[in-house]
């Protein structure tokens, strides 16, 4: 790229790419944007044809005043955050183990990463019929085998269960890549460590934490921007019922089931604003982690 | 103190014995240096020592006790590593204190060691950077404060100096020896230049594959190295080791000459020769002497300004005083 003209044909090779991404994010971000504003509800005969009506703010004032609102937004953080904690903590414990020595070690990986390539609607209605079914669940045998009553985990621990499903599915996305940022440990520094007299535990809190602190930032980040949108499992376990209607299945609630297009549009709105906030902090603090 | 034996310690990875029985005795106080090829098992037998790696067989006192199944926090010997291993994510400060502060001391305790180590080994302005923003000497000296503030009783250095360009190592080794006349403590410091061994040792162990093949002073192998391993390995540039008809000549299979006790001349001499590639240090000229009917060339040192060049006919007086005979076996004839 040294001379202009390499520098312009350059910017004409890369202009196809370029215009095609920004279609692909423009239109229906200013498509949301144009529809939050209008009332558009199909089933009352509202279309294109016949033009919308202006309505201002009014669907943002609806979505916002709308008694789901915040129990929605509560949702979603506690299942967005309770799915990072479990992958987070056990995605270490799992990588330290996985790091060891053991016979069958690549058979015993790619298992550990299966789950990962398990589509989510599948995952889900396995965990929902044979794992969680209070009657023929495996779980519910293991309860009466101690002699426990059964849980109906997806209506009496709803939001737990849509936690643990999630956390299955992304275990083995923080558990990989939390393991190569393991294997990339200079093993000199934990035997300097131990020289210096740190028992295991320091060993781990003083060096392999910190080595991690790096890997630990990307799986946080990676796996909220996806957490934020799960839709699949709470469509196919609860509907949206037992208080686990996060953000985005209000959303999915209000365009379909309640053909509210313009006040669906509005909370997608919400959602980006929401999911902006998110990404700042996690920028934030990945920019003070990247920059060393 | 710190006064490390080893007795009949072996050590083998699974089927494969990388050590020996060995048998060495580190006095107190004592600079000991293990140099020997790579492979040669030098960096196991210093981590045997640390504790890094358990023993197959035999035992290791430190100070007359046994120490074999000490782990290595309780073995009380310091280890500079050849990565230096610095903590990346703390500063200079905490790196060094970090052995202070797993062994529990207090406060005022661990900054006053830190500053004294500090003060010693110039790092006073940088406590408080991060490994990261250090150059090469200045990350060795901080590996070399974390081992001295925690006054062990010997320390280990592996490899310490390889990753320096060679101007440091020039200078970080006066450094090392002067810390050594000034703590007096047991050092033990593996490498495998030889030039390193000769200028900082009390003590050298060559050792190959695991054996040892001499122990003792930089000038006793120099003088009288025990067998043609140690002649080749010590010394540069390298002993020129001669065979055939001269060797037969002084009752050996093999002889050895340095190339320093060799007198070149353009006109008189024992042996007749050719000069190869010649290289000018200034101080020293170094001629590459192609011997008819030898393949290989006799290295010779001259006087810094000698009119020789490459072609030249040149005669070599070997110094019969100073050659090293060696037996059929490659021991050397008393």
């Known amino acids: 790229m040294a001379t202009q003209h390499s520098r312009s044909a350059a910017r004409l090779m890369m202009a196809p790419a370029v215009i095609l991404l920004l279609g692909w994010m423009l239109v229906p971000l200013l498509m949301t944007l144009y529809f939050s504003f209008k009332q558009y509800l199909p089933m009352r005969g509202d279309s294109f044809e016949r033009g919308l009506e202006w309505v201002g703010f009014e669907n943002y004032v609806r979505f916002i005043g709308s008694s789901s609102f915040w129990p929605s937004v509560q949702a979603t953080l506690l299942i967005v955050g309770g799915v990072l904690v479990i992958t987070v903590i056990l995605g270490i414990l799992l990588a330290i183990l996985l790091d060891q020595p053991i016979w069958g070690q690549g058979i015993v990986r790619i298992l550990v990463i299966a789950p990962f390539f398990v589509m989510p609607t599948v995952s889900a209605l396995v965990w929902k019929n044979m794992m969680m079914d209070p009657v023929n669940g495996m779980l519910s045998y293991v309860w009466r085998f101690f002699g426990a009553t059964p849980v109906s985990w997806l209506s009496d621990a709803s939001v737990e269960s849509i936690i643990l499903i999630v956390s299955w599915q992304w275990l083995p996305f923080a558990t990989l890549i939390l393991l190569t940022a393991i294997q990339s440990l200079d093993s000199e520094q934990l035997e300097a460590a131990e020289m210096d007299g740190a028992p295991v535990l320091s060993r781990f809190f003083y060096i392999v934490l910190p080595h991690l602190g790096r890997a630990i930032t990307i799986v946080i980040l990676i796996q909220t921007i996806f957490l934020l949108s799960i839709f699949a499992e709470i469509f196919v376990t609860t509907g949206g019922s037992f208080g686990t209607r996060t953000l985005t299945y209000l959303i999915f609630q209000r365009v379909v089931d309640s053909q509210n297009i313009g006040l669906g549009s509005a909370g997608g709105v919400y959602a980006i604003i929401l999911a902006n906030i998110v990404a700042i902090f996690l920028m934030r603090i990945v920019g003070k982690n990247l920059d060393r | ?334």
């Open chain 2, 1 to 334: 103190m710190g006064r490390i034996t080893l007795d009949k310690v072996t050590k083998a990875f699974g089927e494969v014995e990388v050590i020996p029985p060995l048998d060495l005795t580190i006095e107190d106080g004592e600079f000991v240096v293990f140099v020997g090829p790579s492979g040669c098992g030098k960096s196991t037998l210093l981590r045997l020592i640390a504790g890094l790696e358990d023993v197959t067989g035999g035992q290791i006192r430190i100070d007359g006790k046994d120490a074999t199944a000490v782990p290595p926090a309780k073995r009380g010997l310091a280890m500079v590593f050849q990565s230096y291993a610095l903590y990346p994510h703390m500063s200079v400060r905490k790196n060094i204190a970090f052995p202070l502060r797993m062994a529990g001391l207090d406060k005022a305790e661990q900054d006053r060691r830190v500053k004294n180590a500090a003060d010693v080994l110039n790092l006073t302005d940088y406590l408080d950077r991060r490994p990261g923003q250090l150059s090469g000497g200045q990350r060795q000296r901080v590996a070399i404060g974390r081992a001295i503030v925690r006054e062990p009783a010997a320390f280990l250095f592996d490899e310490p100096l390889s990753n320096l360009d060679a101007a440091l190592r020039v200078g970080m080794r006066l450094e090392i020896s002067e810390l050594h006349e000034r703590l007096k403590t047991t050092m033990i410091y593996v490498t495998h230049d030889q030039v390193e061994a000769m200028t900082m040792a009390d003590k050298i162990v060559v050792l190959r594959a695991g054996h040892i093949e001499q122990v003792g002073s930089p000038l006793e192998l120099y003088r009288e190295p025990r067998n043609l391993f140690v002649a080749g390995f010590i010394g540069s540039p390298r002993m020129n080791l001669i065979d055939g008809e001269e060797a037969r000549k002084r009752d050996a299979a093999t002889i050895g000459v340095r190339p320093e006790h060799i007198t070149p001349s353009p006109d008189t001499g024992t042996w007749k020769g050719r000069v190869g590639v010649a290289e000018h240090l200034g101080s020293d000229t170094f001629f590459h002497v192609h011997i008819d009917g030898r393949s290989e060339p006799v290295t010779v040192r001259a006087g810094g300004e000698v009119a020789m060049h490459h072609g030249d006919t040149i005669y070599l007086t070997p110094d019969e005083e100073r050659i090293h005979r060696f037996d059929g076996k490659g021991l050397r004839i008393a």
